[in-house]
Nanobody, 126 residues
Framework: QVQLVESGGGLVQAGGSLRLSCAASGRSFNSYHMGWFRQAPGKEREFVAAINWSGGRTEYADSVKGRFTISRDNAKTTVYLQMNNLKPEDTAHYYC???????????????????WGQGTQVTVSS
């Protein structure tokens, strides 16, 4: 079992920055991959970024490449999403998720992630 709690969301103007955090507890944090997803009103949940168990590999959605950075601190059992140059289209509820099923491949598929947090709202005003 893994418990995930996100924080750090809020209201920011376009061009601004936010850093989301996701604190994990339960199973050994350095044994599984982590991902960030988001869901805007009326839209499907979509992949944002993923990081492998050690923090040595990352994947990003094309829409956030060069603006968002995913990282993790295994000692603090926390994963982060640094979001820079935010745009109104980044407005969404952001979720972190844990993938315990893969040892190498970094998945962008929602169904591959077994545990989810409740999410945190990010609103970007124009």
């Amino acid at each position: 079992q893994v418990q995930l709690v996100e924080s750090g969301g809020g209201l920011v103007q376009a061009g601004g920055s936010l850093r989301l955090s996701c604190a994990a507890s339960g199973r050994s944090f350095n044994s599984y991959h982590m991902g960030w997803f988001r869901q805007a009103p009326g839209k499907e949940r979509e992949f944002v970024a993923a990081i492998n168990w050690s923090g040595g590999r990352t994947e990003y959605a094309d829409s956030v490449k060069g603006r968002f950075t995913i990282s993790r601190d295994n000692a603090k059992t926390t994963v982060y999403l640094q979001m820079n140059n935010l745009k109104p289209e980044d407005t969404a509820h952001y979720y972190c998720a844990a993938d315990l099923g893969r040892s190498w491949f970094l998945s962008q598929t929602i169904n591959d992630y077994e545990y989810w947090g409740q999410g945190t709202q990010v609103t970007v005003s124009s």
